[in-house]
């Protein structure tokens, strides 16, 4: 089976390695990014199949860069994961597929990244 | 002749002790009703002036028109014959008659009730009609001719069938404003000239009372408006506070999220892996992750110590120049990638005697809201000695703040950044209070900011 390809936007470097080796363990080939503008330019290169994308970012923050992301490529499923509860509705009304709560034990961010991976 | 002398004497006496006790009842109150029955009570009680009804009719200027206040006494003979007879049973005196309900009584008898459904046009009346001439003339009248009872209006003419009847005007500071009428129905007895001065002084002193009554509960109305008023501000005063704290708490709730729960969840991860692995050299490197994480928390909190002042006060020889160089060596990317020409021609090289933290907090926020408005612009820093002040002042030629918010934003959690605590600020105005300086910020939209701070030297 092919593995599946991740975009993972994370302004936090010391997370980034978490959430990158962690999912490889599951099996995913996870490509890591800082900011927005770099997510964009990498998914006008390459084809994903799942963007994990955190809301605070300095320069282009999350909803600035899903709103570019979707008029781009309107198909690829997106998790929001971040720290911030307050955005849920916004961001599912938004077409994300799923909104998760950053927490250190990341189970549920495994457990989501499959499910989503799964529908499509 | 002596005989002739004590007579007067003995009804001028009673005159004042009559008007004494009225004066007496009316002080205690300043209840409209309570005044008319006072009055009127005076007027028809037997141990009083003793006349059989009285009432009192009030003027309205707008409408021209005369309408039934409140009257007192019996309606047809047999009703008076009833009331006398009770009354007789029982003597009261006037004070008796004030304190008792009976004045209430009597106003549920048909008499009252007619007074108070009449309303005179006086457009209606002609020129010699009493009524009339009470509201132009403000005279008393004494009407006991029969040919006299012709000039009144036919509602009183239908109401009051007597012998004789005295009118008097109602007279307020400024003019008239209602008419005293009153009569010896059923027991005749004439009407006396000391009876009507009587009816005279009473109707002014009633005129008086009415009107005091008036402006007071004017005054106590908008007392209690204003009192209100208060209330409902001290309410909203209330809710403003309490919601400036909701907000205060939602900020820095998002602030804790973004610089505290993010290095917590790394750490957490991190430990959670080390828990699950024997690799020592992977060890190693993820508890060293979390030891980075740690500072960075550790960090975030000195800097709220700062904010609350609560680190002991630190006074050493500080150098100036050295200090504001340091505080740009930390913004040196961010400076390079604006295009920024930072000039610190006029940073004296000098020291002075100051808390280190204090003044690179003072600088640092500073520096760092000018970086933040400006892109390809100067900011040029002053730090001198002008005896007794250490002047400071950076200036820079960003954005500018617009003078509606210039108010705000030493206020703490104000912040014209999106993702922006609003603290540097608020930070730099505390530093300067406790120093008893002053705090000084010239802004102009799109050509820059100024902030001067003056701190005297000790």
């Keep these: ?120 | 002749m002596t005989e002739i002398f004590e007579e007067k004497l003995k009804t001028y006496n009673y005159e004042l002790y009559l008007l004494h006790k009225v004066s007496k009842a009316i002080k205690k109150t300043f209840n409209e009703e309570k005044i008319l029955s006072i009055i009127l009570t005076a007027i028809t009680a037997d141990c009083a002036l003793g006349l059989s009804r009285a009432a009192v009719f009030y003027y309205d200027k707008e409408k021209n028109v005369i309408y039934g206040k409140k009257g007192i006494g019996p309606f047809n003979e047999q009703e008076a014959t009833q009331i006398w007879t009770e009354l007789s049973k029982n003597k009261m005196t006037l004070e008796e008659y004030f304190q008792s309900s009976f004045e209430q009584y009597l106003s549920e008898q048909k008499f009252p009730q007619l007074i108070k459904n009449i309303l005179i046009n006086i457009d209606m009346l002609s020129n010699t009609n009493y009524f009339k001439r009470v509201l132009l003339e403000g005279n008393l009248f004494h009407i006991k001719n029969k040919d006299d009872f012709t000039n009144l209006p036919n509602e009183i003419k239908e109401l009051f069938v007597s012998s004789e009847i005295v009118i008097s005007p109602l007279f307020s500071s400024k003019e008239i404003f209602g008419i005293i009428i009153a009569d010896n129905a059923f027991h005749y007895r004439p009407i006396t000239d000391s009876t009507k001065t009587l009816i005279s002084l009473l109707s002014i002193q009633a005129g008086i009372a009415l009107e005091t009554t008036k402006y007071h509960n004017i005054v106590k109305q908008q007392y209690e408006e204003l009192k209100e008023l208060h209330n409902a501000v001290e309410i909203l005063q209330d809710k403003i506070v309490k919601q400036e704290r909701l907000t205060a708490i939602g900020k820095l709730s998002s602030y804790f999220i973004h610089e505290i729960k993010n290095p917590l969840v790394t750490i957490g991860g991190f430990a959670q892996r080390i828990s699950k692995t024997n690799n020592l050299s992977e060890i190693h490197k993820d508890a060293n992750i979390i030891f980075k994480e740690i500072m960075k928390i550790e960090q975030i909190l000195n800097r709220f110590t700062t904010l609350t002042l609560l680190s002991p006060l630190k006074i050493e020889m500080v150098n100036l120049k050295e200090l504001v160089e340091e505080v740009i060596d930390l913004f040196q990317i961010e400076i390079t990638r604006k295009k920024i020409v930072v000039d610190l021609s006029s940073v004296q090289n000098i020291s002075v005697k100051a808390d280190k933290i204090q003044i690179s907090e003072i600088f640092f926020n500073l520096i760092s809201n000018s970086i933040e408005n400006t892109i390809n612009g100067t900011i040029k820093i002053y730090a001198e000695i002008k005896d007794p002040f250490i002047e400071i002042s950076v200036k820079d030629t960003g954005k500018g703040i617009p003078k509606e918010l210039l108010p705000y934003i030493t206020e703490p959690f104000y912040s014209t950044k999106p993702g922006g605590l609003g603290l540097g600020l608020f930070i730099v105005s505390n530093i300067v209070e406790t120093l008893n300086g002053k705090l000084e910020i010239l802004s102009e939209e799109k050509k820059g900011t100024t902030v001067n701070i003056y701190i005297p030297i000790k």
């Excluded at chain 1, 781009?72 to 971040?82: A, G, S």
């Excluded at chain 1, 077409?95 to 457990?111: G, Q």
Aim: with cysteine.
């Design chain 1, 1 to 120: 089976m092919e593995r599946k390809k991740i975009l993972l936007v994370e302004d936090e470097e010391n997370e980034r390695i978490l959430y990158k080796e962690e999912l490889e363990r599951e099996g995913f080939i996870v490509i890591c990014c800082e900011n927005g503008s770099h997510a964009i330019k990498l998914i006008e290169k390459d084809d994903f199949d799942l963007l994990v994308l955190d809301i605070k970012m300095p320069q282009m923050d999350g909803i600035e860069t899903l709103g570019k992301i979707l008029t781009k490529k309107r198909n690829i499923p997106i998790i929001i994961y971040t720290a911030y509860p307050q955005y849920k509705e916004q961001f599912l009304t938004w077409a994300a597929d799923e909104y998760i709560i950053k927490s250190a034990d990341l189970t549920n961010l495994k457990e989501k990244v499959k499910s989503v991976l799964n529908k499509k």
